[in-house]
């Protein structure tokens, strides 16, 4: 059983070889693999997340497609 309902790639501003993962699970509640969002409680949606909500992101599915098409 999946534990997310979807999941975004969002690459960071500040480093090309850096990529953060966004999560929306089951419940509707996202995530991302940032430090800003793991290491703040309680949780406010970081810049990543805002970015995948405004439709600015790939699917993690997508990402995974271009790399290996090479884009």
Same mark, same amino acid.
């Not at 999946?2 to 999560?23: A, C, G, H, L, T």
């Not at 430090?35 to 995948?52: E, N, Q």
């Given at each position: 059983?999946?534990?997310?309902?979807?999941? !975004?790639? $969002?690459?960071?501003?500040? /480093?090309?070889? =850096?990529? #953060?993962?966004?999560?929306?699970?089951?419940?509707? /509640? #996202?995530?991302?693999?940032? =430090? *800003? !969002? +793991?290491?703040?409680?309680? =949780? %406010?949606?970081?810049?990543?997340? +805002? #970015?995948? %909500?405004? *439709?600015?992101? +790939? +699917?993690?599915?997508?990402? $995974?497609? /271009? %790399?290996? $098409? *090479? =884009?």
């Amino acid at each position: 059983m999946p534990q997310y309902k979807q999941q !975004w790639v $969002v690459p960071s501003e500040s /480093n090309p070889d =850096r990529d #953060y993962i966004v999560s929306l699970d089951l419940s509707g /509640n #996202y995530s991302c693999s940032c =430090r *800003g !969002w +793991t290491s703040h409680v309680p =949780r %406010r949606d970081c810049k990543h997340i +805002t #970015y995948v %909500r405004c *439709g600015g992101a +790939t +699917t993690k599915e997508e990402a $995974v497609f /271009n %790399r290996l $098409v *090479g =884009r």
